[in-house]
Antibody, heavy 117, light 108 residues
Framework: QVQLQESGPGLVKPSETLSLTCTVSGGSIRSYYWSWIRQPAGKGLEWIGRMHSTGSTNYNPSLKSRLTLSVDTSKNHFSLKLSSVTAADTAVYYC???????????WGQGTLVTVSS | DIQMTQSPSSLSASVGDRVTITCRASQSISTYLNWYQQKPGKAPRLLIYAASSLQSGVPSRFSGSGSGTDFTLTISSLLPEDFATYYCQQSYSPLTWTFGQGTKVEIK
């Protein structure tokens, strides 16, 4: 059974960089696309971006200028960096596996990131 | 961006009811439409992919239909564990995938 676990700081100061890692267990990170999705409290879901184990990426255009996704196949994990954060970036951040054609079959439990001084 | 609009935003229903949620895309997305269920404090769960394919392990009371711009999710007979928020998601364009705003199914 594939499991995903997000990790990273729960509090980030405005203008700094938000960094999260998603560790995959129970399966290989290879040969799949992996996405980040976020959800502000009480609101809907926003797709952030995705990357393949080969390093290929797609970013949400609204975040592209601040976003970097990377993968470490040796550690079976992938990472997100979002720079110059503001309060609008406060949300629960999920990582998820794309089982094919952009649908997400496995999700992490989510991690709350708050942007505040 | 392709905009996804769900209706209704919320509904009240009783156990045993047949429930239908609709999702409309701002342009044709063929059958690149997925449905998720989310319970409070939990990650979304994939129910339906490619408009009408039932995800492994999902009960058969859930079904999806539609193509182009109009889609529906149907729960044939509502169970207590089905009270949740449901989201549609388009995966037509790899540049930006978007979700609907959600439909909250509440107990009447």
């Amino acid at each position: 059974q594939v499991q995903l676990q997000e990790s990273g700081p729960g509090l980030v100061k405005p203008s700094e960089t938000l960094s999260l890692t998603c560790t995959v267990s129970g399966g290989s990170i290879r040969s799949y696309y992996w996405s980040w999705i976020r959800q502000p409290a009480g609101k809907g879901l926003e797709w952030i971006g995705r990357m393949h184990s080969t390093g290929s990426t797609n970013y949400n255009p609204s975040l592209k200028s601040r976003l970097t996704l990377s993968v470490d196949t040796s550690k079976n994990h992938f990472s997100l960096k979002l720079s110059s954060v503001t309060a609008a970036d406060t949300a629960v951040y999920y990582c998820a596996r794309d089982q094919g054609s952009g649908n997400f079959d496995y999700w992490g439990q989510g991690t709350l990131v708050t942007v505040s001084s | 961006d392709i905009q996804m609009t769900q209706s209704p935003s919320s509904l009240s229903a009783s156990v045993g009811d047949r429930v239908t949620i609709t999702c409309r895309a701002s342009q044709s997305i063929s059958t690149y439409l997925n449905w998720y269920q989310q319970k409070p404090g939990k990650a979304p769960r994939l129910l339906i992919y490619a408009a009408s394919s039932l995800q492994s392990g999902v009960p058969s009371r859930f079904s999806g239909s539609g193509s182009g711009t109009d889609f529906t999710l149907t729960i044939s007979s509502l169970l207590p564990e089905d009270f949740a928020t449901y989201y549609c998601q388009q995966s037509y364009s790899p540049l930006t995938w978007t979700f609907g705003q959600g439909t909250k199914v509440e107990i009447k």
